[in-house]
C-alpha cells in the first residue's frame, strides 16, 4: 500500500513549521519559504533550457542550496531540535566565481535591459525577480525572527548570478540584448 500525500492538517489553513509549531499558511516564514521554493522551480527551468554541462551543474548546485535555505527557513527557530544542513559563506563564494566567469566572456553594458530575446533568457529573468523577491520575504522575516544572515547574502548573490546568467544565455542562443531606452 502506498503512503497518501494529503494529510488533510492543512484543511483550516495552517501548518506546522519544523518543530511542530502550528502557524497560518499565510504566516511570513511560509511566506519567504514558499517563495524560494517558487523560486527553484523556476532554476529548474532555467536549467532545462540550458545546453552548457557547466552551468547545468551550478544550476543544480543551487537547486540543492535553495532546498537548504527552505529547510532552514521552514524551521521554528525556538522550537527546532532536528539538525538542518547550512548555508556557508562558501556557497556565497561559489556564485561570485561563477558571476566573475562569465562577465569575462560578455561584452560591458551600460544601459539597463530589457528581459527578453530568447525564451531561456526571460525565464531567467523570471527567476531573478523571484529571486529578488524571497529576498525580499526572508528579510521582512529577519525583521521579526532570527534569520542566518548568510540566506540574505546568498539571495542577493544569486539575483546577480541569474542577471549575468541570463547574458550568457543571450550569447549561448545568439539572442539580442534588449536595451533600454528611457523615454
Known sequence: MTEKIYTKKGDTGKTSLIGGTRVSKNHIRIEAYGTVDE?????????????????????????????????LLAADPENNKMK??????????????????????LPPIKNFLLPGGHTAVSHCHIARCVCRRA????TDLA????????????????SDYLFVLSRKLAADYHAEEILWKPS
Open 135 to 138: 529576498e525580499r520575504r526572508v
Open 39 to 71: 523560486l527553484n522551480s523556476w532554476i529548474g527551468l532555467v536549467r532545462d533550457e540550458t545546453k552548457d554541462k557547466a552551468t547545468k551543474d551550478i544550476l543544480f548546485r543551487v537547486q540543492n542550496k535553495l532546498f537548504d535555505t527552505g529547510s
Open 143 to 158: 525583521e521579526a525572527s532570527a534569520v542566518e544572515p548568510v540566506i540574505i547574502k546568498y539571495l542577493n548573490r544569486l
Open 84 to 105: 538542518l544542513p547550512q548555508l556557508s559563506e562558501a556557497d556565497v563564494v561559489l556564485l561570485e566565481k561563477e558571476i566573475d566567469k562569465m562577465n569575462e566572456a
